[in-house]
């Protein structure tokens, strides 16, 4: 015997933390001489040979201590790969043996830098990753389980029996394994197994890839196999900034824009059918779209009613199609419901083919408790705090991530990373961030623990935020990184260098909760409720605002856009064109949700699709028209987004007519003198002679009418345009008398070039007159 029967022991019960210095080649010293000791435990087997690469000739293995643990003696000088045949029953297999690699992927500084919350790639290391060690194709394994007493990777390739492939630990809880001969598509997870005997199975962490739920394993993935074809706008991007263009955001989810029959299966680019995923239970007869249809479908729409970007809820991987994505368990695994993740790089590559950008919704402030995924990981709060009182959101029934340990704040860091650099995103969403600044963020008195200094404010979860974003600008400029912050929390959209949180959006929740309140009121009203309009502008410089109006805004019984609305059908779409056409001419970025851009009746339902037929009625074939046009001005009006976020890019002309429930201001573009006046008209009174100062004199365009015939309307308007009076009016010695549409939405702008070749004539006149 050449081991000690403890030893073997550890080995069998699956209690070695390093099962290579038991299992594998070994030299040790018999008779005086050096041999080779070769020992494999296999737990089915009845019997074992070793087979050299040499003469492929066997060598008998003898059972030692346990009928399943066995050795072969060598006395060789040298060992190169070798096999082990054995049997079990009536079967026969021939394998590489994962003990006789002992080149490890990970190194001591990879360690370190994890250990620190500063390998901002470390998904290169942790995971499943296909090499070849020593000639050899196979999968390295490793996964963060410091607590574990013991680790095994779990597959097909060994029966799902966590005896065999038991990995070893290395530096800082890292444990590893290299298995021979497993590929691209294997399904698998980690068994873990604690000090109190308890066996967890849980996919992996790092994996690239699921399986389609209800089953819950990650499957081996190569990720950098797909062939790009945007680098003339991946290098555009790099030297832009975002925040001087049009950004006018089509907020999607994936699985409900539209289906599918069954019946009609989807097409692989080498004619083969991919299997289909059933929508939902409610919906048995049809199927989700793939990424590859979505990218035929999805983008040529996208990019018909002009919108900029694409913003998906959370694409990540996660168990429950009612969560809509924001109840993660894969964080670096695009759901498989629609594809491989080759599929969705096609789908980015497209959209970025048509000049849309892609923004995706990140969800670092929680994740579920299922059993499979981050909770509980290694039979410890791995991921989550601990304490109750910090580690769960018991109105989601989800767990709150541990910032204050530096493994997990990398773990996420790096993942915000990793969408950008495997999957060329242009910009993250993160979700519910005052979930993560906040201790007390929907907690009664006594659920929740200060911090150090006795106040409510979640400092590691701020200080994770800053991080997050200070590396992604430091490898990505020109990205978007937009916070969905319901507070007043400051600095949100300031760069972290200044103490802010780094982002360079940040959505304008108390716009879209005043914007909603006015609308909803009978417009009688609205003219005492004026502040609503104005009240954005005392603090819209203060950050980088997106106006968004989206899917939280059309569910749980709040009603569709067109259900909010007061007043008879007619009434109700024209105060959805006032609003959005406010909303576009508003200084802020813009973001709509799905079905808005036909005025959907019913809420947004994530179990079914939008209402598409709508369509063919023409109050709703009118308001798509209306959002192809708003867009198109928006994307061409540079006086509508250059000077977002400066109080230089907006000026009042009358906030205060609140009896006619009007107000009247201009945009200015930057570092020109361009400038456009915006007249809003929030009721369904019209005015024929409505008189609003300007700047300067001239012929103003009529650009953009929310009451347009097209769209709809009473088609009430001023022919194109008019001419200003020499009327000090609005503090202004010009004004122009306007014919103010029934809630509708006026946006006007000098015509510099018509206006001069008037006074040109004007003086020609009076010069042959004199």
Request: negative net charge; aromatic residues 16%; glycine residues 8%.
């Amino acid at each position: 015997m050449t081991i000690a029967l403890d030893q073997i022991d550890r080995i069998v019960w699956n209690h070695h933390h390093d099962p290579f210095e038991v299992l594998g080649p070994h030299q040790i010293e018999k008779d005086g001489q050096t041999v080779w000791a070769l020992r494999a435990y296999l737990p089915n087997a009845d019997a074992a040979w070793v087979i050299l690469p040499e003469d492929r000739k066997e060598y008998p293995m003898h059972s030692v201590h346990n009928p399943h643990f066995f050795e072969c003696i060598l006395d060789i000088p040298e060992l190169s790969n070798y096999q082990l045949r054995y049997k079990e029953g009536e079967h026969e297999r021939v394998t590489y043996d994962p003990y006789a690699f002992r080149s490890p992927k990970l190194t001591d500084f990879d360690i370190h830098l994890f250990s620190e919350g500063n390998h901002h790639r470390i998904y290169e290391k942790l995971g499943a990753h296909t090499m070849n060690l020593n000639g050899v194709d196979g999968v390295y394994f490793a996964v963060w389980a410091p607590s574990a007493r013991n680790v095994s990777v779990l597959g097909n390739f060994n029966h799902w029996d966590g005896r065999q492939h038991q990995m070893r630990k290395f530096g800082n809880g890292v444990w590893e394994l290299f298995i021979p001969e497993v590929g691209v598509g294997e399904p698998y997870k980690y068994e873990i197994k604690n000090f109190d005997g308890h066996i967890y199975e849980k996919s992996d962490p790092y994996g690239f890839q699921q399986e389609v739920r209800p089953k819950t394993a990650s499957i081996v993935a190569e990720l950098d196999t797909y062939t790009w074809n945007d680098a003339d706008w991946m290098e555009q991007r790099r030297h832009n900034d975002p925040l001087l263009h049009p950004i006018s955001v089509y907020e999607c989810h994936l699985g409900s824009w539209n289906r599918a029959p069954f019946s009609e299966p989807h097409q692989l680019p080498d004619g083969t059918v991919e299997p289909a995923v059933q929508a939902v239970e409610l919906d048995p007869g049809s199927r989700f779209l793939t990424y590859r249809e979505l990218a035929d479908r999805l983008i040529p729409y996208v990019k018909e009613l002009g919108f900029t970007h694409i913003e998906l809820l959370p694409v990540a991987e996660h168990p429950f199609d009612g969560s809509w994505g924001y109840q993660v368990t894969g964080y670096y695994a695009p759901t498989s419901r629609f594809g491989t993740p080759e599929d969705f790089m096609y789908f980015v590559d497209q959209c970025h083919l048509n000049g849309i950008g892609v923004i995706v919704d990140w969800v670092p402030g929680h994740f579920p408790k299922d059993g499979h995924g981050l909770a509980f990981f290694d039979g410890t709060h791995l991921y989550e705090h601990a304490d109750p009182r910090k580690g769960e959101h018991k109105g989601w029934g989800t767990l709150v991530f541990n910032y204050s340990r530096n493994e997990v704040r990398n773990f996420l860091v790096s993942n915000a990373l990793f969408w950008f650099d495997k999957y060329h995103i242009d910009g993250i969403r993160v979700d519910a961030v005052a979930s993560i600044l906040y201790l007390n963020y929907c907690r009664e008195d006594g659920e929740w623990v200060a911090n150090q200094y006795g106040g409510c404010e979640n400092i590691e979860g701020a200080d994770f935020i800053r991080q997050t974003n200070h590396v992604l600008f430091s490898y990505y400029p020109g990205i978007l990184s937009i916070a969905e912050e319901s507070t007043s929390w400051p600095m949100v959209s300031w760069p972290t260098y200044v103490g802010g949180l780094g982002f360079n959006l940040k959505w304008n929740m108390g716009w879209m909760h005043d914007m909603l309140d006015y609308f909803h009121m009978d417009p009688w009203f609205r003219q005492f409720h004026q502040n609503n309009v104005t009240f954005s502008i005392w603090y819209h410089h203060s950050e980088n605002f997106m106006l968004a109006l989206s899917h939280d805004e059309v569910v749980h019984g709040k009603s569709n856009m067109l259900g909010k609305m007061p007043g008879d059908d007619w009434q109700k779409f024209a105060n959805v064109r006032a609003l959005f056409t406010y909303m576009f001419a508003h200084p802020g970025k813009k973001t709509i949700f799905m079905g808005m851009e036909f005025a959907q009746w019913k809420e947004w339902n994530a179990w079914g699709t939008l209402e598409w037929e709508m369509l063919q009625f023409p109050p709703h074939q009118g308001i798509k028209r209306f959002f192809q046009d708003l867009n198109t001005l928006y994307r061409n009006e540079p006086t509508l987004y250059e000077n977002d976020f400066s109080e230089e890019g907006f000026q009042w002309i009358d906030c205060s007519d609140n009896r006619h429930s009007v107000v009247s201001f201009i945009r200015r573009a930057k570092d020109t003198d361009e400038f456009v006046v915006v007249v809003c008209n929030f009721t369904p009174q019209p005015h024929s002679h409505y008189r609003v100062g300007v700047p300067e004199p001239g012929f103003y365009t009529e650009l953009f009418n929310s009451d347009s015939g097209e769209y709809g309307g009473s088609n009430m308007g001023n022919l194109g345009g008019k001419w200003t009076d020499e009327w000090w009016f609005h503090n202004y010695p010009h004004s122009i008398d306007l014919c103010l549409p029934p809630l509708g939405v006026l946006i006007l702008k000098l015509d510099r070039e018509k206006t001069a070749e008037a006074y040109q004539q004007v003086e020609a006149e009076e010069g042959a007159d004199s």
